[in-house]
């Protein structure tokens, strides 16, 4: 079995990351990318909620809560969904792209946990 490669675009605000994203986004709906998966959440072209996936509500800025209607419970509801979402996507691919600008700013613990995640799901080459 080929090991699974998740390809990590940490882009930097100002370096064209929204333009690679819209490119990958359109990739995904006309099939270029086969069968990676750059997995979307309801018409969003990046992937910046994959950065709420590890943060608890206390964690977030107010300007990503107010997307929440400020409840810790829906938040916690749709981090789940979100979660679930993701996992089907990558689970079934043989190959995956993140690409998210908040990437740049997280911390060794929060990247430690990611990578878990994807290596539970067959992933094996960063």
Same mark, same amino acid.
């Given at each position: 079995?080929?090991?699974?490669?998740?390809?990590?675009?940490?882009?930097?605000?100002?370096?064209?990351?929204?333009?690679?994203?819209?490119?990958?986004?359109?990739?995904?709906?006309?099939?270029?990318?086969?069968?990676? &998966?750059?997995?979307?959440?309801?018409?969003?072209?990046?992937?910046? &909620?994959?950065?709420?996936?590890? *943060?608890?509500?206390?964690?977030? @800025?107010?300007?990503? *809560?107010?997307?929440?209607?400020?409840?810790?419970? *829906?938040?916690?509801?749709?981090?789940? *969904?979100?979660?679930?979402?993701?996992? @089907?996507?990558?689970?079934?691919?043989?190959?995956?792209?993140?690409?998210?600008?908040?990437?740049?700013?997280?911390?060794?613990?929060?990247?430690?946990?990611? &990578?878990?995640?994807?290596?539970?799901?067959?992933?094996?080459?960063?």
């Amino acid at each position: 079995m080929t090991p699974k490669t998740a390809l990590l675009h940490i882009g930097t605000a100002k370096t064209g990351s929204t333009s690679i994203q819209h490119f990958l986004s359109q990739a995904q709906d006309d099939g270029t990318l086969g069968t990676v &998966r750059y997995p979307l959440w309801g018409g969003e072209e990046s992937q910046q &909620r994959l950065i709420e996936l590890y *943060r608890s509500w206390d964690e977030l @800025k107010p300007e990503t *809560r107010h997307h929440y209607a400020s409840s810790e419970e *829906r938040f916690r509801r749709e981090r789940h *969904r979100y979660r679930r979402f993701v996992f @089907k996507e990558l689970g079934s691919a043989d190959g995956a792209v993140i690409s998210a600008e908040k990437l740049c700013s997280q911390t060794p613990q929060w990247v430690a946990k990611l &990578r878990r995640d994807l290596e539970s799901l067959g992933f094996q080459q960063f």
